[in-house]
């Protein structure tokens, strides 16, 4: 789990593996973008924007216009990618569709936020946005993430989703034979290993 300073305190998580896929983690185990800083923190975190980045003129609609998004992708991902258990989910008629036209909508609504490398305090060369993001150049570099890894039949292949109970976040099985179960191995894995032993022990005494 990747965890920086200021996402801490929202518990988001960026080890999906890809952008779009840290964006839907972001509904569980609850909602994380219910407000304005922790919208800010997964921008900062997810790596869309250079840290220091300015986001202050952030407004509500952004946190609309992100949830809509991840409402989409998420649709598109569980239903045409390897679900648990690499079972295929079968599309529902009209909803697919309109999941489809609103992340293609998303991706060409803007240019995704262009960088530039700028000598940093050490005399290092840093990257650094020329202004504040606009939302919708954000929006589109998730979109187009999301295009990118849709229409990759190997990226698709390894999509999967998580085995712990109760989990419903989907990760890219970058793993060696494609064995990797659950989202984290600290997290839901831990909580398996946990559960377990309880039962071994159970059995043991009984």
Do not use: K
Not at 11 to 21: K, Q, T, V
Not at 76 to 86: A, D, H, K, T, Y
Not at 100 to 129: K, S, T, W
Not at 181 to 204: D, I, P, Q, T
Request: aromatic share 6%; charged share 25%.
């Amino acid at each position: 789990m990747a965890l920086g300073t200021e996402t801490a305190p929202y518990e988001l998580r960026f080890d999906a593996g890809r952008i779009c896929l840290d964006l839907l983690a972001t509904t569980h185990p609850g909602e994380r973008l219910d407000a304005l800083e922790p919208l800010r923190a997964w921008i900062r975190g997810s790596g869309l924007v250079p840290p220091g980045t300015p986001l202050a003129h952030a407004d509500p609609g952004w946190l609309g216009a992100f949830r809509e998004l991840r409402g989409y992708v998420g649709q598109l991902v569980r239903e045409r990618s390897n679900g648990r258990g690499g079972v295929r989910n079968v599309p529902r008629p009209g909803s697919y569709d309109l999941a489809l036209a609103g992340v293609n909508d998303f991706a060409r609504a803007a240019a995704p936020p262009a960088p530039r490398a700028v000598p940093g305090a050490d005399g290092f060369l840093v990257r650094e946005l020329t202004g504040p993001p606009e939302c919708a150049a954000l929006l589109a570099a998730v979109a187009r993430d999301a295009v990118e890894l849709l229409t990759d039949p190997v990226a698709r292949a390894a999509v999967r989703e998580c085995e712990g109970d109760n989990c419903p976040i989907v990760y890219l099985d970058t793993s060696r034979g494609r064995r990797r179960r659950w989202c984290s191995s600290e997290v839901c894995g831990n909580r398996e290993r946990v559960a377990r032993h309880r039962r071994r022990a159970a059995l043991a005494r009984a």
